[in-house]
């Protein structure tokens, strides 16, 4: 049976600039992804290439430290960068979803002390300013941060990330709490300066897997849940809709082995069923949600094509209980920098050559591209 999804839903590839754009030198992550996948330079490419797998969105990020390169000091050139980005996809009719902070900052924002100072919110909600100055007339969907759970955790317990800071509990929940704020002052001020815009807060959600031997874990669940839901919790009366990013499932009984779960090349349990119980518990939002992140490390190309069909057939499943999903975005359009992780896991539909900068399209971009074409697909 062929389900086909409402005319205006959304269907497109996320990305983030430090992970795609190359050349940013100037933020805490010290050049760590060099030219990463070049796309400063062949970013129309990569824009015909959304167009040709029949995308009618993106969601993409602008780099704060290429913006604003020094403290008050917004490089126009970089602005226009951008400009001609957004320009470029309204003549291709695709939407633009714009990220304003996707887990990197200036280093003379970290300089007076980063996130951890309340008192440089004022420098982002600044920089929150000059993006809807520069691009307000040009964006209706705006997400004000990526997944800030993640950050605070990636950052100041687990270290990986700058400042690595570990097992900071009391700093990273000040955070937290400072990245929470910011989300409701930008809010507030590009629904005052931008008419008719639509702001949405994306979080980073796990399932986490009980089996049924194991229900004592089942007040587990719960906590981590709403840990996981506190930044949505603390912003939803600011903004208008709830980004879900969805990757993989936690198994929180160990000793009980699923010979049946496929996993990443990160070794990340590929769970796409959890996708829909995540919905479910969203729903008590009264929300419309988008999957902002959806895909996986797959560098043979594999289990991709089975992991998008899979997670589609959860969102089918939540819309038919009445969920308001209005888009899928897979993550990512092409492999990217991944962190700390670094170059080889490949989450892109199209796969980067990093000597050449050569792009290819992977067996899964083209059965993607048959779903966005054709709105639905064989359930």
Known sequence: MFFKFSDDFFWGCSTSAYQIEGGIYN????????????????????????????????????????????????????????????????????????????????????????????????????????????????IKYWIILNEPMVYCFESFILGKWPPKKKFNFLISWQVLNNLT????????????????????????????????????????????????????????????????????????????????????????????????????????????IFITENGLADANDTKREWYIKESLKSIIRAKREGIDIRGYFHWSLMDNFEWHYGFWPRFGLVEVNYKTFERKLRPSAKIYAEICKNNGLDI
């Open 27 to 138: 933020n805490e992550w010290n050049n760590a992804a060099g030219l990463a996948a070049n796309y400063h330079r062949l970013w129309e490419k990569d824009l015909e290439i959304l167009k040709q797998l029949n995308q009618n969105a993106y969601r993409f990020s602008v780099e704060w430290s290429r913006v604003e390169p020094k403290e008050g000091d917004y490089d126009k050139e970089a602005l226009n960068f951008y400009k001609r980005i957004i320009k470029r996809l309204k003549e291709l009719e695709i939407k633009p979803f714009l990220t304003c902070w996707h887990f990197t900052n200036p280093r003379w924002f970290i300089d007076k002390g980063g996130w951890q100072s309340k008192k440089n919110i004022e420098y982002f909600i600044r920089y929150i300013k000059k993006l809807v100055e520069w691009f307000g007339e040009d």
């Open 181 to 288: 704020e910011s989300i409701i002052k930008s809010s507030e001020l590009i629904h005052h300066e931008v008419k008719d815009s639509l702001i949405g807060q994306i979080e980073n959600i796990y399932y986490f897997y009980v089996p049924r031997s194991a229900f004592f874990l089942l007040p587990l669940v719960k906590l981590c849940s709403w840990i996981n839901e506190r930044v949505f919790r603390k912003s939803l009366r600011f903004i208008d809709f709830l980004g879900l990013n969805y990757y993989f499932a936690h198994n929180l009984f160990p000793f009980f082995q699923n010979k049946n779960f496929k996993k990443t090349d990160l070794d990340w349990i590929i769970y796409p069923e959890g996708l829909y119980f995540v919905l479910e518990n969203l729903k008590k939002f009264n929300k419309p």
